[in-house]
T-cell receptor, first 119, second 110 residues
């Protein structure tokens, strides 16, 4: 138990579906992240939110739409995905400093991940 | 961008053995973290170690920032140590924009 909870743990969706991944952290952190882990590839950072503001979008296609309503919750809305988007999606959080948008190098804690299969 | 290389890519150990995992990075960093990913996908942070040495039970890590490498030591390995070990670094900016290596896959057999 890392204090970061993701739901659902497994999701199968068609290419025309709309679904969402949810992440909640109970650590009092102010920075939250989405990472993607595909087979045979290193983890890739997708989005960073610091104090509810998006500070990083790592050239992610618009079919992935993040939402951060508060510092404890992070969503990833999915629509019209492709089979190659099938992967493990990991949410994470860390302490941060409100310093010109910087998160600072703090220990990062991951959730258990959401296994996504697009058919 | 910065390159992160981990070695060995795969490692098989007998329970009780010791091992050393290595992480080389191509540029100076101000953030380096080691993670263990279990077979179910859960990533656990082991160390935040941009420099120096830290120990936590049977695990310890050393980062020599001037020579651009970090080592993770596992002593008296157990079957629960199996999984993939990742090194991740950030060059600067303090955005926790971690670049991950490809990992070392460890299998510990009883």
């Amino acid at each position: 138990e890392t204090g970061v909870t993701q739901t659902p743990r497994h999701l199968v969706m068609g290419m025309t579906n709309k679904k969402s991944l949810k992440c909640e952290q109970h650590l009092g952190h102010n920075a939250m992240y989405w990472y993607k882990q595909s087979a045979k590839k290193p983890l890739e950072l997708m989005f960073v939110y610091n104090f509810k503001e998006q500070t990083e979008n790592n050239s992610v296609p618009s079919r992935f739409s993040p939402e951060c309503p508060n510092s404890s919750h992070l969503f990833l809305h999915l629509h019209t995905l492709q089979p190659e988007d099938s992967a493990l999606y990991l949410c994470a959080s860390s302490q941060s400093n409100r310093d010109r948008g910087r998160v600072s190098g703090n220990t990062i804690y991951f959730g258990e991940g959401s296994w996504l299969t697009v058919v | 961008g910065i390159q992160v290389e981990q070695s060995p890519p795969d490692l098989i150990l007998q329970e009780g053995a010791n091992s050393t995992l290595r992480c080389n990075f191509s540029d100076s960093v101000n953030n380096l973290q080691w993670f263990h990913q279990n077979p179910w996908g859960q990533l656990i942070n082991l160390f935040y170690i941009p420099s120096g040495t830290k120990q936590n039970g049977r695990l310890s890590a050393t980062t020599v920032a001037t020579e651009r490498y970090s080592l993770l030591y596992i002593s008296s390995s157990q079957t629960t140590d199996s999984g993939v070990y990742f090194c991740a670094v950030e060059r600067g900016g303090g955005y926790n924009k971690l670049i991950f290596g490809a990992g070392t896959r460890l299998a510990v057999h009883p």
